[in-house]
Nanobody, 123 residues
Framework: LVVESGGGLVQPGGSLRLSCASS????????IGWFRQAPGKEREGISC????????NFADSVKGRFTISKDNAKNTVYLQMNNLKPEDTGVYYC??????????????????WGQGTQVTVSS
């Protein structure tokens, strides 16, 4: 129900923008989270955005480098990743959770998950 795109190979210090879209879920009613899983590691929550985009959260590991935003007309949430580091390598997933209180939480159980997009940061 949600589809990620925008992954790829980038050099350290570079940037990528990931997109999360859905043709079936109206993101006006869903908090959206971004997660990643590096090889051999557990999945990590890295950012989330509330329904009205007024509230967001970031993992300490990406604060100051990543931003999250939404284009309501396109029903798409973006994760802008700057100053990428090799440790940012992994499969990135977006997920949606029905929530109307205009908050988001990386620790909650998200309902709908995408298939993931690979991000590789390497020289």
């Amino acid at each position: 129900l949600v589809v990620e795109s925008g992954g790829g190979l980038v050099q350290p210090g570079g940037s990528l923008r990931l997109s999360c879209a859905s043709s079936r879920l109206n993101f006006d009613y869903y908090a959206i989270g971004w997660f990643r899983q590096a090889p051999g590691k557990e999945r990590e929550g890295i950012s989330c955005l509330s329904t009205s985009s007024s509230n967001s959260n970031f993992a300490d590991s990406v604060k100051g480098r990543f931003t999250i935003s939404k284009d309501n007309a396109k029903n798409t949430v973006y994760l802008q990743m700057n100053n990428l580091k090799p440790e940012d390598t992994g499969v990135y997933y977006c997920a949606a959770f029905y929530r109307l209180d205009n908050l988001c939480d990386l620790s909650q159980e998200y309902t709908y998950w995408g298939q993931g997009t690979q991000v590789t940061v390497s020289s």
